[in-house]
């Protein structure tokens, strides 16, 4: 007789999630607290309300994340605005986690953030958040993957606008460094994206080829219930929502996010389906909802791969004969610039020196050093 493989699970905080527990539910806040404290407490108790187990911020710095000269990037207003300009608006303050997290510990719910750099995975070990997730964005940033998983926590992350073989690079790393709690989520990068679109058929493909991940879904339809349901229903043990106080209130994330009624239904209708699961009842899904098996960067998700997966700058005028440094290179989004070499090749280019004036938030690229 063939035994079944046992279901991976570990423990976020004081939730013990995967294998046989309830869907873990995460109210992802991220930059929807616009730049009011009380606005993100007023947030945390909205998924508090509802029944989500986790709320989620953002925490990343503009200077680590894109070069000055980005370029504009559409909101979901309609309008263009500066990337740049948007990221430094909805930074979260350092001196805010602490409060947040203890504000959560005291609601019982647990509390982490999306990390976007080392420095901001250091300062959020500083306060003992219990988890890290990485955007989809960071999924080819393996220098900061790596750094994470040193630390030994659990760690999320979200497979948007990937290919398989970068999710299966990811695992690797975690490997490496021995840490064998990693959770990933399938996502679609696209806000908000068509029902047709979504491929939960790629919740199975993970289950299928990472048996010692826990696999969830972050989704960003603007339906509540539909997408989630049916993740649920394919094995997805983690859900995450984008939540707001108000779908009009200005920002690039707050029109396509729940807000605190559809939370409550969308919380409600997992749980129920939960429960018929449990007691054996068949759940149908839809087959629009289902879509292809194969993880890979699907026409819709090429323009924010481009402009998001980041890719190693100058950030200082660099002469010819210069050793490249952390001092003066960098792994960034691009934007609109020209791209440099991928994250993975950062410390290998460290010591190398310059075959020319390399100017500053310019790409660094092969011909721009003497190897050795």
Request: proline fraction near 4%; include cysteine.
């Amino acid at each position: 007789m063939i035994k079944k493989r046992r279901e991976k699970e570990f423990i976020i905080g004081k939730t013990k999630i995967g294998g046989k527990n309830p869907c873990f539910i995460v109210a992802e806040i991220g930059i929807n607290f616009n730049g009011k404290y009380g606005n993100a407490i007023k947030l945390i108790d909205s998924a508090k309300r509802a029944g989500c187990n986790a709320v989620k911020f953002q925490f990343f710095t503009a200077d680590k994340m894109y070069t000055p000269m980005a370029g504009e990037d559409k909101s979901g207003e309609g309008r263009k605005k500066d990337i740049y300009k948007i990221v430094q608006e909805n930074e979260l303050p350092e001196a805010w986690i602490p409060k947040l997290k203890n504000y959560s510990d005291k609601k019982n719910i647990e509390f982490f953030a999306t990390v976007c750099d080392e420095d901001g995975a250091d300062i959020l070990e500083k306060y003992n958040v219990g988890a890290y997730k990485v955007a989809s964005y960071e999924i080819t940033h393996l220098p900061l993957l790596r750094h994470i998983a040193k630390k030994k926590k659990p760690v999320i992350f979200s497979c948007g606008a990937s290919e398989i073989k970068e999710v299966i690079e990811v695992m690797d790393v975690f490997k490496e460094e021995k840490n064998g709690e990693i959770a990933l989520l399938h996502c679609m990068a696209k806000y908000d994206i068509a029902l047709a679109d979504l491929n939960l058929n790629i919740i199975k493909t993970f289950k299928s080829l990472f048996p010692e991940a826990i696999i969830g879904y972050s989704d960003h339809s603007a339906d509540p219930v539909k997408a989630p349901v049916a993740a649920v229903i394919l094995g997805a043990k983690i859900i995450e929502k984008h939540i707001t106080l108000d779908k009009k209130m200005p920002g690039p994330d707050h029109f396509f996010a729940l807000d605190p009624i559809e939370l409550g239904l969308m919380v409600r209708a997992i749980r129920e389906t939960e429960e018929k699961i449990n007691n054996g009842v068949k759940v149908d899904i839809s087959l629009e909802l289902l879509g292809s098996f194969q993880r890979k960067t699907y026409d819709y998700e090429q323009i924010p791969r481009n402009f998001t997966h980041r890719c190693i700058f100058a950030i200082r005028d660099i002469k010819k004969g210069d050793a490249l440094s952390k001092k003066n290179i960098a792994v960034l989004r691009p934007g609109n610039e020209k791209r440099g070499l991928e994250p993975k090749y950062y410390e290998f280019l460290l010591g190398h020196k310059a075959t020319k004036n390399i100017c500053q938030y310019e790409g660094v690229d092969w011909e721009d050093i003497l190897l050795k």
